[in-house]
């Protein structure tokens, strides 16, 4: 499959697809490389092709062969709070619909009961990951599932925490499933299998690695050093494995608070950036012959960028990411971790001083300067990134942000790219917006 080729590092653009298939895009990078959409938001606006109802939660849409998948959880009992130290106990249904991509009228519904015993408990964290014939999901109190693309037929499904005694994480699983070759790989946490390998078709472990909590960071595959690596960042560590076997190549520790390794590692030529929440951030270099790795340098609070909720996109020796304690977008040198600027215009413009974990998710158009940027506030923003700045090119306002966050209303879940239309969703709605140029 094309996404499984895009995963194991090819670089061409010729062979991807108009689909939106997984977390982060066919290649899981931020880049978004259909063509024809716009330049810039018109001051207008843009076409709302359609709105179609949801339910609460955080995982992003997944487009794939002119099908839309939401995933979403159905309160039915209890009292939903946000308390980072406390865990919120509800009664309800998690909830996977497929929407037909032109109309968003609903193809198909799989629900199963699902009470929840986490904090920040609007609904599953995890986009849907399609392969094939198949769409794989992984809920918050961590029901590991494949369905059939057509009609939604349980392929196979796994429980980590029943099956595998895995502790539920508080803020639940959130490393969206990877799916590489005939593999799915995913973080379960527990003594000997921090991350977990499974066979994609028939749920069956194949290995399991490293001691340690699960964290929320999904695993990634990485061509480099001559060598397929996947790489896991948990808790304590960014750790590179041999996908096949699980055996390691390399680690180097980094331990963010309360376990929130959350942003994926990102790679630009030789170096790798993982961050971590206040002033947890480290600059990697790879080994160009070998799968080695030594640390270059570590963010100081002031400097880096230290992302929570949303990943930071790494071009050009500039990482560009959201500070989960300033709450603005900041551009890094990547050779020594020194701000550029910083703006709230991505997060929330009218902010002057700080806002905790201001997010908004950043996707790059190929081969430009030009970023598609969705805002915790509902707007989807057109903007140009360079070292030298950040310039706006229009935004126009998607959808209420339903959620909440330290007081104030949030969206916090990424949007989707695919057919010249942008699909994301809050805890009442989906909506697909026309980029066509």
């Known amino acids: 499959m094309i996404a499984a080729a895009c995963f194991a590092g090819i670089s ?18 931020g880049i978004y490389r259909e063509t024809g959409i716009i330049d810039q938001v018109p001051d207008s606006g843009l076409t709302v092709k359609w709105r179609t109802p949801v339910a609460g939660g955080y995982a992003g849409p997944a487009v794939a062969d002119g099908r839309v998948f939401v995933f979403d959880y159905k309160t039915t009992a209890g009292e939903a709070f946000n308390d980072a130290g406390k865990r919120a106990n509800l009664k309800g249904q998690e909830r996977l619909t497929a929407l037909d991509a032109e109309t968003g009228k609903q193809l198909w519904q799989y629900a199963y009961d699902r009470p929840y015993s986490i904090s920040y408990p609007a609904g599953p964290r995890c986009t849907p990951t ?10 918050s109190e961590g029901d590991l599932q494949a369905l059939r693309v057509s009609d939604g037929e349980v392929v196979w499904k796994r429980n980590l925490a029943k099956d595998l005694g895995a502790e539920v994480p508080i803020w639940g699983f959130a490393a969206h499933p990877l799916i590489d070759g005939d593999t799915l790989y995913t973080m379960v946490g527990g003594e000997g299998q921090a991350v977990v390998a499974f066979d994609k078709l028939t749920g069956k472990v194949k290995w399991k690695a490293l001691d340690g909590n699960a964290g929320y960071c999904t695993p990634s595959i990485i061509q480099h050093g001559g060598t397929r690596q996947l790489i896991v960042y948990h808790p304590t560590a960014v750790t590179s494995l041999n996908p096949v076997t699980g055996s390691q190549y390399w680690s180097i520790p980094i331990a963010p608070s ?38 270059l340098w570590r963010g100081e609070p002031k400097e880096a960028v230290h992302s929570a909720n949303a990943t930071p996109i790494f071009t050009g020796g ?27 215009e991505a997060t929330k413009p009218d902010e002057k001083r700080f806002i905790k974990h201001g997010t908004a998710f950043l996707t790059r158009l190929a081969d430009t300067d030009r970023y598609l940027i969705f805002s915790e506030t509902g707007d989807l923003q ?35 790219y695919a057919g010249q239309t942008a699909f994301a969703r809050n805890d009442e709605e989906i909506v697909a917006v026309d980029l066509a140029k």
């Open 258 to 295: 309360f376990d929130m390794s959350i942003a994926r590692p990102m790679v630009d030529g030789d170096l790798m950036y993982a961050s971590g929440i206040r002033s947890e951030s480290l600059m990697i270099q790879l080994g160009s012959d070998s799968p080695t790795a030594k640390e």
């Open 130 to 139: 399609v392969a094939g014939d198949l769409v794989y999901i992984l809920g």
């Open 382 to 416: 057109m903007a140009k990134l360079t070292p030298d700045g950040y310039e706006d090119l229009g935004r126009f306002h998607v959808l209420e942000p339903t959620g909440e966050a330290f007081g104030r209303p949030v969206v916090w879940s990424h949007p989707a």
């Open 318 to 344: 500039v990482v560009y990411g959201t500070d989960c304690v300033v709450g603005t977008l900041i551009a890094v040198n990547a050779k020594d971790g020194s701000r550029l600027w910083e703006t709230f």
């Open 12 to 29: 061409s653009t010729s062979a991807v697809a108009d689909d939106w298939p997984a977390w982060m895009g066919p290649t899981r990078d």
